[in-house]
């Protein structure tokens, strides 16, 4: 699934009214169970791996734990990275964790479109490690702060969105073995935001 920012992946603990759910969406379009294999934050856009055989599930699930899975993000983020590539292995809640960034276009603003390669899944990872970069994501109202996401959003006419996506997974089929790539069209409001690049 391209899952859009502002989907909750499955049932939330407390659901809200207009809650909408990719989860229960597939569901409904395919007519068929459907088994989520991991996770996107809610404001988080892109690719979303769901199984619908409970076997195939559980290897799925197996190879994402054991980080087999080759995950690639991009960010729109605040500022102009000094480094066009740099690795983060800042500790997340005392556990190890590592990120590779690589600047794909510096933007007006001053903004850049960043990638993203974590080669951990801690929580918030990207978001956190951008953070300590110094380059928070356009729109991440936790880490950023509100008064600047909402500078951000006010001029970029993104309102309360946060610019980051899922772009491609690549892994083994836990069946067939073969090398799957999945990607995502460029999220069409990142697009937007990316269409007036800066001369390096």
């Known amino acids: 699934m391209d899952k859009p920012a502002g989907q909750l992946v499955h049932p939330s603990d407390t659901p809200a009214e207009g809650d909408l759910v990719t989860m229960k969406l597939l569901r409904d379009q395919i007519d068929r169970r459907v088994y989520p294999i991991h996770r996107l934050d809610r404001p988080t856009s892109g690719v979303l791996v769901f199984a619908i055989d409970r076997e195939v599930a559980a290897s799925l699930h197996a ?43 510096f933007l007006v603003g001053p903004l850049s479109l960043v990638e993203a390669r974590p080669k951990t899944g801690r929580f918030h990872q990207i978001r956190r490690h951008l953070l ?55 999220d069409p409001v990142m697009a937007r935001v990316c269409d007036t690049p800066v001369n390096r």
């Open 132 to 186: 300590a970069a110094g380059h928070p994501i356009v729109g991440d109202y936790r880490y950023a702060g509100i008064e600047r996401s909402d500078e951000w959003g006010a001029k970029l006419g993104t309102g309360t969105r946060m610019l980051l996506q899922a772009k491609s997974l690549r892994f083994r089929h836990p069946i067939t073995g073969a090398d799957l790539l999945i990607e995502a069209p460029l």
């Open 63 to 105: 190879v994402f734990e054991r980080n087999e899975v080759e995950k690639v993000y991009w960010a729109v983020v605040d500022g102009h990275p000094m480094a066009e590539d740099w690795v983060c292995h800042d500790p997340i809640e005392d556990r190890s964790a590592e990120t590779a960034f690589r600047v794909l276009e």
